[in-house]
């Protein structure tokens, strides 16, 4: 069965019909969280311009003229305090600066990268909206189209990515060959900035297909729009959403036929899966029909969406097969790790809740995409140990991990954007990167989860998540694999002292880490210590016997998917 079709499957009221449902599940001995196959790659989310500029030849250094409201190379803010810096043109990242460093990407663990949206952006600084302030928000005066969520043509190449033979095709070809999916950030919900400027500037506002002309917002305001007249007016609503941004209308089917088209033009080129931008702006019908479109061309194919709230009930239903089936970020559980893994020095126990292990509003918990910052919001603000800490839950616990460029050596910590969230990375950086304590404890435990399919795909069995310590189980057992892991993990600044016996098997478990075999007899412990800031993995590629183990690996695939 595919992965769309297991997720269409994965409504509770629908199990026992579906071929691989929990019930049959049950019935042959299978454990599993997903079998979803995207779950096997940990993600490396890059900001394209801000990561490394490997081709200075498309910098694009002239674009906006010599005007300095309008040029579009390198804006620093001016009000910035002393020794700070946070720059709204563009950098100079690149495809060629990327797939340079696919090998140092895939050689920390990570099986798939996600980029920026790659369409072409507007060439000038939008003189609209709020100027731009250190710290700021919903500001956009001055700013430009480096981060790629500006787009005038979705079905052409932003001219400041490619390098002569080096498209799209050919990043993602190359990314391949060194053993790394392609996640291409996808927007439907908005364009560019498009109206307050007092001028009406070149692209903004303005939608095209294939350099040919399908709307325009003529610089007005939303509510000044006339699409029941004006042919030009009618991809968009007559009603501001976010700051500037056209407001493009979901309920046209002409919308629809556009991003289809365009979208699946870049998965011909190479696109293994999407995040979709501000999922939450338009309707559940629009994502369902989207969704339906692009699985019709690519079975199976795996998309995650952003809804930017706290509260699983209000995301997870684009989870719901009828809403489409599209998993998201995780930002109820991002909460929570901010607490535990920050200043604050919050428990264990904040995160238990926010797992949802069952009955949760997710249709699954287990294919949600997991992290604890990203572009949009400060970095974690944590010491070198809190990072440590947050990727050893990260590449544990259940969930697809997903990290921000950077986050291997705390870089730009506790930075908001306009603050420093999204500064330039730089080649120098990834070459003294190796050695640094965060980026060699990740690359342990990132790794670790990339040889480990219980890891990725196991049911989560709880023992105890408390204070600074946390035990846990994957389990997963389908077809002809069968692996059970124990988690220990250690926050704390002292040694911890473990005892588990609890559904513990007997058998050979391997220390995964060290490498070293424990021999554990029915009915017997694993006692062992866990250096402070740490984590132990034991794993035994055993089929669950105990009673007790089985009657609570039943009771989650019962409960995993109820709602």
Known sequence: MSAAALRRCWSAALLALCAGSASAGEASGDYYGTLEPFASDAVYFVLTDRYVNGDTGNDQREQGGPDPATRSFDRPLPDAPPGESDNIGYQGGDFKGLLANAGYIRELGFGAVWLTPIVDNPDQAFTGGDTVTWGGAFQDRGKTGYHGYWGVDF?????????????????SAGLRKHGLKTVLDIVANHGSPSFTMPSDQPKFGELYREGVLVADHQNLAPDRLDPAHQPLHRYFHSQADLVQLSNLDDSRPEVLEYFVGAYAQWIEQGADAFRIDTIRHMPHAFWKAFADRIRAKRPGFFMFGEAFDYQARNIAPFTWPENGGVSVLDFPLKQRMGEVFGRQGAGYQRLRERLYLQRGPYANPYE??????????????????????????????????????????????????HAGNRNYYGQARIDAAPGQPIYERLKRIARLRAATP???????????????????????RHGDQAQIALVLLNKGATPADFEVRRYLEAGVWRD???????????????????????VKVFVLDAVPTRKDLRRALDALMRRKLQR
């Not at 049911?459 to 846990?472: C, E």
């Open 368 to 417: 949600l995409m997991t992290f604890y910052d990203n572009h949009d919001m400060p970095r974690l603000d944590a010491s070198d140990e809190g990072f440590i800490d947050a990727h050893n839950w990260l590449f544990t616990a259940r969930g697809i991990p997903v990290l921000y460029y950077g986050s291997e050596t705390g870089f730009m910590r506790g930075r908001a954007e």
């Open 454 to 476: 219980a890891l990725q795909r196991g049911l989560q069995l709880d023992i105890a998540l408390q204070g600074d310590r946390a035990a846990f189980y994957r389990v997963y």
């Open 512 to 534: 995964a880490l060290s490498g070293q075999d424990l021999a554990i007899p029915a009915k017997g412990a694993l006692s062992t210590s866990v250096p402070a800031h740490d």
């Open 155 to 171: 079905y052409r190449l932003d001219e400041h990515l490619p390098s002569p033979g080096l498209d799209f095709a050919g990043l």
